[in-house]
């Protein structure tokens, strides 16, 4: 920005390490009231340490940290940061999931809510309010629990509860860690017109952690590009291109990536012993979410579902996933195979919190492990390598998954999945949250899996993913209401069939 306003949250040399890692290394950053910057980097990169610093989880090693002008390094805390306007929303959502929107929104928005009696009346017309501002359209309502919202619901009550400021009340910087991770594109759009609003009009400042490299040259001023841990980079987003970022990135020669060989081939040895004759037919079948007249995926193709989020893409996956445990024709579903489904809600539905990265990797092939109910230690330790090694996954395998980044444990998932060498592999936006890089690896080991036979079903928010499929069906109102083939579309015709399908009457 040419006319930046005073800088509101400063870091001067900031550095944080865990035990012999450190995460963040002398980061120098700055964001200005009514400015919105970028935070970009690869998974493992430091910017969600670097942002935890920022709202007080993380107490800095060395170096400053100024807030308004004044330096506040040594007594930053949760409680004092938002005393102080800095509000964030954390990559991996962690909402009560026991209770009511209305209630979140006492539980995170007290101030703005008020006391007293009429606080249901309120709460509701506030956060009502609130999220029909950033997201309309959004399909929830005020008595709703949080656990029976979907992930993309419950980001866009995660950013909405953020925005609760009381009159009067101090508005600093909002720190948001992937916040369009499950977002479709119209939702993603219409979060950053509020964000632009937000900004202008309170004198706030945005600080944006993604790494979809479109949205931050289309929405944001500048960014900050961070590569182990130390920021390497600062420029405007005016006349930047995707390259000029990926190159950023690599700009302390870092490690190249797994060769897509060595990931195709980790692929394929687990493939090689199975004769691959998975598929997917799916004829007449409805329920109250979906009504399907013919979806078919054959062995060896990857197919994806497209369409803005909520309109049934979802509820196909788990269909085909609770008609493939009966082993048999299922209401108009049919599945070939064995089946393996990944899940983009890796909170609640993915890690297994409590357990190292090995057997977060190897419990899905446990069955090929175990003879006579004992695991062979040393076939299990074989497998999990070969996936960390064919995902570059950071780390030792005896540490815990959740020391890894949030995209990170999403690359562990695709690699337990991958490791099963299933028939049938269901994908529910399975790059949340992950680098455009390792997008890029885990595509080629996919596509390396449907060569040997899998029948690939993938669904996914973003564009550019969709298109490296084979062909995608594009949904509204839980029906199929076009069919593209990919090989016949340039990106700019692909993504104007695809928005016109996801919004056709």
């Known amino acids: 920005m040419s006319d930046r306003g005073p800088v509101l949250v400063a870091l001067d040399g900031i ?12 980061a120098t950053i700055e964001v200005h009231a009514g400015e919105l910057v970028g935070l970009i980097g690869h998974n493992g990169a430091g910017k969600s340490t670097t942002m935890r610093v920022i709202n007080g989880e993380h107490q800095p090693d060395a170096g400053r940290m100024i807030v308004r002008g004044e330096e506040v390094t040594s007594s930053l805390t949760p409680g004092q940061a938002l005393e102080l306007g800095i509000r964030s929303v954390p990559q991996e959502l962690e909402l009560p999931g026991n209770l009511q929107l209305r209630e ?3 539980f995170a928005g007290a101030r703005a809510v008020g006391a007293g009696r009429g606080w249901r009346r309120r709460a509701d017309r506030m956060i009502m309010a609130i999220l029909g501002d950033i997201f309309p359209g959004h399909g929830m309502s005020a008595e709703q629990r949080i656990e029976y919202l979907s992930i993309s619901q419950r980001q866009m009550l995660a950013v909405a509860l953020s925005g609760l400021w009381a009159e009067g009340e101090l508005a600093t910087c909002l720190v948001l860690d992937e916040p369009t991770s499950s977002l479709d594109a119209f939702s993603a759009e219409s979060l950053y017109r509020w964000l632009r609003r937000e900004a202008q009009s309170r004198g706030l400042a945005v600080l944006v952690s993604t790494h979809k490299l479109h949205e931050v040259i289309r929405e ?10 130390v920021v390497v980079a600062e420029r405007s987003m005016a006349g930047a291109t995707r390259g000029d970022l990926v190159s950023a990135m690599h700009s302390r020669g870092l490690s190249k990536p797994a060769p897509v060989k060595l990931q195709a081939e980790a692929a394929a040895s687990q493939a090689e012993d199975r004769g691959h004759a998975g598929g997917i037919s799916i004829s007449s079948y409805s329920n109250d979410v979906i009504k399907l007249d013919d979806l078919r995926v054959a062995n060896g193709e990857v197919v994806g579902l497209g369409g803005l989020e909520g309109q049934g ?5 788990r269909a085909i996933f609770a008609a493939s445990r009966l082993a048999r024709h299922h209401s108009g579903i049919r599945v070939s195979g064995r089946l393996t489904f990944v899940s983009g809600d890796r909170a609640t539905e993915g890690v297994f919190r409590q357990w190292s990265v090995e057997r977060n990797l190897s419990v899905s092939a446990l069955g090929v492990l175990s003879r006579f109910g004992w695991i062979a230690r040393d076939a299990e330790r074989s497998l999990a390598e070969t996936w960390r090694d064919a995902l570059r996954v950071r780390g030792e395998l005896a540490d815990g998954i959740t020391s890894l980044s949030g995209g990170t ?7 337990r999945a991958l490791a099963d060498a299933p028939d049938v592999l269901l994908l529910d936006d399975p790059t949340r949250g992950v680098d455009e890089e390792t997008k890029l690896e885990i595509h080629a080991i996919v596509s390396a899996q449907a060569k040997k036979g899998t029948a690939v079903l993938w669904y996914s928010t973003e564009a550019a993913e969709l298109k490296r499929c084979q062909r995608v069906c ?5 029906r199929v209401t076009d069919m593209l083939l990919t090989k016949d579309l340039d990106d700019e015709a692909f993504e104007s069939r695809l928005v016109g ?3 056709a009457a």
């Open 313 to 317: 893409q979802k509820a196909v996956l």
């Open 15 to 26: 550095s944080k390490s865990f035990g012999s890692t450190r995460a963040v290394q002398s």
């Open 501 to 503: 399908a996801s919004f």
């Open 474 to 478: 594009v949904m509204l109102g839980g």
């Open 220 to 229: 944001l001023d500048r960014a900050y590009v961070m590569a182990d841990g």
């Open 409 to 415: 444990q999403q690359k562990v998932l695709v690699g």
């Open 104 to 106: 979140a929104a006492i």
